[in-house]
C-alpha cells in the first residue's frame, strides 16, 4: 500500500476539503502505477488549473458526461498495447458526474465489462458551479435549486441509490466508503481495482462550503453520518452484501448530524421540523435493519 500522497498540495481546495482527502486515499490504495480519468467537477478544477497539476500519476480531463467513456477507452488502449495487467485505470468523479449527467457512460462501461475502478465523490450536490440539487442531495437538504422556505423543507426526493444501481450491471466488488475512515477506504480501493472487470466505490464526502460547516469539522460531520445509520459502510460482491461496519449497541440520533449542517438548519425553526427530522431518523433506522448494523 502506497502511504506516499500521489497528489500534492498546493491546490486550491478548501481548507478542510472532502475532494482533496477522498482524491488522496484512492491513490494511497491503488498505488502510483495507474492513470486517472475526472470529469468536470471540484476536484478538476481545483488540482490542475492551467499550466499546473497536483497530479503525481497520469491524469486525464473528461467531460462532465463521459468519464466511463474515456476510463473505458484507455483501459481498452492499455490491453491492446499488453499493459493492462500492470497498469490500473481509475476514474474519479463527484456525485454529478456520476449520479446523473456521467450516468450513461458509466452504465455502458459496467454494462460491457471494463477492467477498471469508478470511485464517487459524493458531497451530495453540484458544488463547483453553486451548490445545486444532485439526485445524491438527501432528503430535506436545502441547496439553491431546492431551498427551504416557507412552502419547502428543502430537496423532496430521497437519494439515489447508486451503488445498487452498479450491482445491478453485475460488478463483481462495490464498495460504499467515507473519508472518515481512510484506513477503510484506502482497503477497499485496493482491493477494487486489484479485482479483474467493473469495480466501483462511493465516497461520503462532506462539503464544508455546500453543507454550511466549519471547515474544521469535515471528518467530525462524516463520522456522524456513519453512527446514525444515514450513510452504511459495507462491501458488495457479485451483488451479495458481504460485510458491514457495525454500530455497535448505541447509535447517534439523525438530530445530532442534522444540527451540525446549515443546509438543514430550517428543519430546527420551521412548523412541522420535527416531523420532518422523524422522516429523516426513519431512513437511518431503514439502513440499519436492512444492512443489519
Known amino acids: 500500500m502506497n502511504q ?6 498546493g491546490h486550491s481546495g478548501c481548507a478542510g476539503c472532502c475532494d482533496a482527502m477522498a482524491a488522496k486515499f484512492t491513490l494511497m490504495g491503488a498505488g502510483d502505477n495507474c492513470i486517472v480519468v475526472s470529469p468536470t467537477g471540484c476536484l ?5 488549473p492551467y499550466p499546473e497539476t497536483s497530479w503525481d500519476v497520469p491524469w486525464i480531463h473528461s467531460l462532465f458526461e463521459n468519464a466511463g467513456a474515456v476510463a473505458s ?10 499493459k493492462k495487467e ?6 474519479m468523479g ?3 458526474a456520476t449520479l446523473d449527467i456521467g450516468l450513461q457512460a458509466i452504465s455502458g462501461a459496467f454494462e460491457r465489462g471494463h477492467d477498471f475502478t469508478y470511485v464517487c465523490i459524493d458531497n451530495e450536490a453540484y458544488m463547483n458551479t453553486g451548490v ?15 431551498p427551504a422556505g ?13 451503488p445498487a444501481i452498479i450491482a445491478a450491471h453485475g460488478s463483481p466488488y462495490v464498495a460504499t466508503t467515507s473519508l472518515a475512515y481512510p484506513k477503510d477506504m484506502i482497503a477497499k480501493v485496493k482491493k477494487a481495482t486489484e479485482i479483474e472487470g467493473p469495480t466501483y466505490i462511493h465516497c461520503h464526502a462532506p462539503c ?8 474544521s469539522k469535515t471528518v467530525e460531520v462524516a463520522k456522524m453520518a456513519v453512527k446514525t445509520g444515514l450513510w452504511p459502510l459495507y462491501e458488495m460482491e457479485n451483488g451479495v452484501v458481504t460485510k458491514v461496519r457495525k454500530l455497535g449497541k448505541v447509535k447517534a440520533p439523525v438530530e445530532d448530524y442534522l444540527k451540525m449542517q446549515r443546509r438543514f438548519k430550517h428543519l430546527f425553526t420551521m412548523e412541522g421540523g420535527e416531523e420532518e427530522i422523524a422522516k429523516i431518523q426513519d431512513i437511518a433506522n431503514m439502513n440499519i435493519e436492512e444492512y443489519g448494523l
Open 94 to 96: 463527484g456525485d454529478g
Open 73 to 82: 477507452g484507455i483501459e481498452a488502449g492499455l490491453k491492446a498495447l499488453g
Open 4 to 9: 506516499i500522497s500521489l497528489l500534492a498540495p
Open 86 to 91: 500492470k497498469t490500473k485505470v481509475i476514474a
Open 208 to 215: 464544508t462550503t455546500g453543507w454550511g460547516f466549519d471547515t
Open 44 to 48: 478538476e478544477v481545483m488540482t490542475t
Open 132 to 146: 445545486q440539487r444532485s439526485g445524491a442531495t438527501p432528503y430535506n437538504a436545502s441547496t439553491t435549486t431546492s
Open 150 to 162: 416557507k412552502v419547502s423543507f428543502g430537496n423532496p426526493r430521497p437519494k439515489k441509490n447508486m
